[in-house]
């Protein structure tokens, strides 16, 4: 799957990890060496913007949400790209969310509770793993327009 929006990921000895190689092969997450990070870039049609800089003791976050509207089928796609380590035995996430238009917004840490993006939880024997709690955000929205249902009946 091509988008216009793919990584590439930059070694500590300037080599580099294309999503997308030359010959149109691509390279999958896994590929990627995240021992050896430098730079993990995300470029859209070609031009670079975003890069994260890695320290030591750093580990990748990268994940692709994507939405479907139920009503349209129309797509749209989020690019999560950050960092988790633990610092001083607390897990510490700096998480930015790309969105397709390019735009680029900072959230730190996961919170629970965001509707629009599924948390990323690190654990230490198993890595990284998704959690999604989207449910609980729509249920509560539509016990909310029930709720207001009931008591207009009510009136």
Not at 84 to 100: H, K, L, T, W
Request: aromatic letters at 12%; hydrophobic letters at 40%.
């Amino acid at each position: 799957m091509h988008t216009n929006i793919q990584w590439k990921a930059v070694y500590d000895d300037g080599k580099e990890l294309p999503q997308v190689n030359e010959d149109g092969s691509e390279n999958k997450y896994p590929d990627i060496d995240r021992s050896k990070l430098a730079f993990f870039e995300i470029y859209k049609e070609e031009k670079l913007i975003f890069r994260l800089h890695f320290q030591e003791g750093r580990r990748l976050i990268y994940r692709r949400r994507v939405s479907v509207n139920a009503m349209t089928k129309e797509t749209h796609a989020i690019y999560l790209v950050g960092w988790q380590a633990i610092v001083g035995g607390r897990n510490v996430q700096d998480i930015a969310y790309i969105f397709e238009d390019g735009h680029v917004e900072l959230a730190g840490q996961w919170k629970e509770g965001r509707v629009f993006y599924a948390p990323i939880l690190i654990n230490e024997e198993k890595g990284p793993q998704l959690k999604v709690s989207l449910w609980k955000p729509l249920l509560d929205f539509l016990k909310m327009i029930l709720k207001g249902v009931a008591s207009k009946a009510g009136d």
